[in-house]
Structure formats: C-alpha cells, structure tokens
C-alpha cells in the first residue's frame, strides 16, 4: 500500500511539473549540402568567371565516336587557328548543325559547376553559339 501511496504521489510532483503553462517548442532543423542523401535537382550553374569566347570551325561531315559507352556521331571542330580537325564531344546550344556545311561559329565556353554531386559523365564545359560568322556549302 505504501508503494502505491509514494508511486501515486511521485505521478502527481511529475504531472504538476509539467503543467506550469509553458509548452515546450523545439526549434526546426536545418539540413547543410553535406548531409543531403540524396543529390539536388537543380541543373549546374555555369560559373561567370570562367567563361570565355572562342572562334570553332566545324566540318561539313560528323564521325563515329564513343561518348561514354554508346557510340555516337560527333562533329569534327577545329579551335582557332588549328590546322587538325578534332571530335567534338558536346553539344552547342543554340547550333542547328546541317550536314553539307562547313561553319565558323563564334562560341562561349563556361565551366560548370555541379557543387558536390557532379555525375560521372556530365560535361564539365558548356558551349553556347554567339554568332554565326559564316556557313559554307561544300562538294561532296
């Protein structure tokens, strides 16, 4: 009986404690990039201070070429001066490329950044037409 009486008693100091009109808030948690599981669904951001322009030439046929593990068809470019033709591994975003023709394309070149989740095989430049400077039918 006695245990009862003292276990009843310590119930009540408990209950009373807590029932002073205050309520217990807790603050929100905030998560930093480091300890996101999962990556964020935002596209990269190209990064201003990188950027450049650069003048490509780009031959009027593409080649076979590997992008990562599917082949591909890849158009053959020429930076600057250059005298050997290249493949191009990217894209030129704003570039309607048209078999037949041979371009000179004025093209920025930023880097991208990707934070702490860049993809394995995402492209680490972005290339964006400026300006057409010329279009050139060639013989076949």
């Given at each position: 009986m006695k245990k009862t009486v003292f276990a009843l008693a310590i119930a009540l100091v408990t209950?009373?404690?807590?029932?002073?009109?205050?309520?217990?808030?807790?603050?929100p948690t905030t998560t930093t990039t480091e300890?996101?599981?999962t990556p964020p669904t935002e596209e990269p951001v190209a990064t201003k201070e990188?950027?450049?322009?650069?003048?490509?030439?780009?031959?009027?046929?593409?080649?076979?070429?590997v992008g990562g593990?599917?082949?591909?068809?890849?158009m053959l470019v020429k930076e600057g001066e250059a005298t050997e033709?290249?493949?191009f591994y990217n894209q030129i975003e704003g570039f309607n490329y048209e078999e037949g023709f041979e371009y000179k394309?004025?093209?920025?070149?930023?880097?991208?950044?990707?934070?702490?989740?860049?993809?394995?095989?995402?492209?680490?430049?972005?290339?964006?037409l400026v300006k057409e400077i010329s279009k050139e039918k060639k013989a076949k």
């Open positions: 209950l009373a404690a807590c029932k002073d009109g205050k309520t217990e808030t807790t603050e300890e996101q599981a990188l950027e450049q322009i650069i003048t490509l030439t780009v031959a009027d046929h593409r080649e076979d070429c593990v599917a082949k591909q068809k890849c033709w290249e493949l394309l004025e093209v920025k070149v930023e880097d991208m950044n990707y934070g702490d989740h860049a993809p394995a095989d995402a492209p680490t430049v972005k290339y964006t």
